[in-house]
C-alpha cells in the first residue's frame, strides 16, 4: 500500500467547511482514479485522469472538485457537501498497458 | 454494458478446508478480469488479473481463479483456508478493448470469514 498514499486518513468536516484531499503515488503510473466506498454499496468510480487530462467524470456533483496537477498527484476538493457524502474515498492508480489498479489506504470521510 | 455479480454476501469456512468466492460477468467481447481484497480500514488490494491465456491464474496469497468463458464466471479460490484470509473479496471485470484508463466495474463485494 506505501506505492499510493492518502492524506489525511480521517477527515470531519461540517457542511460549510472547505477541505481537499489529497492522493500521491510513487508508481510512476500514469493514471489516477477517485472513488468513493460507501457501506453496502458497490464501490462507485468518481473520476479518471490520464495524463493528468481529466477522461471521466461519472455525474459526480459539483461540490466534488478534482485536480491532477501532474500524474503523480491528485486532489479532491470538498464544498459545502451533505451527510449522505460521508464514505471512504479512495484513489487509484494504473500504468498504461497494464489495466490493474492500485489502490491507496483511503479517506474516512464524516459530513456533519 | 458491463456488471459483475457476487451473489454471495458472505461465506463462511473452516480454516484448513477449501474456499470458493464466486462471481459472475456480463461484458460484450473479451473481458478483463480481476479479483481484489480488502481489510478493515485499508483500501483494496491487487489479488490476480486474467488477460488472456490459461483459464487458471494464480496470485498473491495461494489465491487462484479459474476463468470459465461458457458460465462467464471467475470464482475464487484457495485449496486451505487461514483465519487471515477473512476480508471482504471484490471481483471486477473491464472491457479489454478500452484504453489502459478505463474504468473497472467491481461487484458488490464478499465477506469471507474464516473460523479457527
Known amino acids: 500500500e506505501t506505492g499510493v498514499t492518502q492524506t489525511p486518513r480521517h477527515?470531519?468536516?461540517?457542511?460549510?467547511?472547505?477541505?481537499?484531499?489529497k492522493c500521491e503515488q510513487h508508481l510512476g503510473h500514469n493514471a489516477m482514479y477517485w472513488y468513493k466506498?460507501?457501506?453496502?454499496?458497490?464501490?462507485?468510480?468518481?473520476?479518471?485522469?490520464?495524463?493528468?487530462?481529466?477522461?471521466e467524470n461519472n455525474s459526480v456533483p459539483s461540490r466534488f472538485s478534482p485536480e491532477c496537477p501532474n500524474s503523480s498527484h491528485l486532489f479532491l476538493h470538498l464544498h459545502t457537501l451533505q451527510?449522505?457524502?460521508?464514505?471512504l474515498y479512495l484513489c487509484a492508480s494504473s500504468q498504461d498497458g497494464r489495466p490493474e489498479q492500485y489502490f491507496g489506504p483511503g479517506t474516512r470521510l464524516t459530513v456533519t | 454494458a458491463q456488471s459483475v455479480a457476487q451473489p454471495e454476501d458472505q461465506v463462511n469456512v473452516a480454516e484448513g478446508n477449501p474456499l470458493t468466492v464466486k462471481c459472475t460477468y456480463s461484458v460484450s467481447g473479451n473481458p478483463y478480469l480481476f479479483w481484489y481484497v480488502q481489510y478493515p480500514n485499508r483500501g483494496l488490494q491487487f489479488l490476480l488479473k486474467y488477460i488472456t491465456g490459461d483459464n487458471l491464474v494464480k496470485g498473491s496469497y495461494g489465491f487462484e481463479a479459474e476463468f470459465n468463458k461458457s458460465?462467464?464466471?471467475?470464482?475464487?479460490?484457495?485449496?486451505?483456508?487461514?483465519?487471515?484470509?477473512?476480508?471482504?473479496?471484490?471481483?471486477?471485470?473491464?472491457?479489454?478493448?478500452y484504453s489502459s484508463a478505463s474504468k473497472i466495474i467491481f461487484g458488490s463485494g464478499t465477506r469471507l470469514s474464516i473460523r479457527p
Open chain 1, 11 to 21: 477527515l470531519v468536516m461540517g457542511m460549510t467547511n472547505k477541505k481537499s484531499l
Open chain 1, 37 to 55: 466506498q460507501s457501506a453496502k454499496k458497490p464501490l462507485e468510480l468518481m473520476f479518471v485522469y490520464n495524463f493528468k487530462e481529466q477522461t
Open chain 1, 83 to 87: 451527510p449522505e457524502d460521508s464514505a
Open chain 2, 71 to 97: 458460465q462467464t464466471s471467475f470464482h475464487l479460490k484457495k485449496p486451505s483456508a487461514l483465519v487471515s484470509d477473512s476480508a471482504l473479496y471484490f471481483c471486477a471485470v473491464r472491457h479489454s478493448g
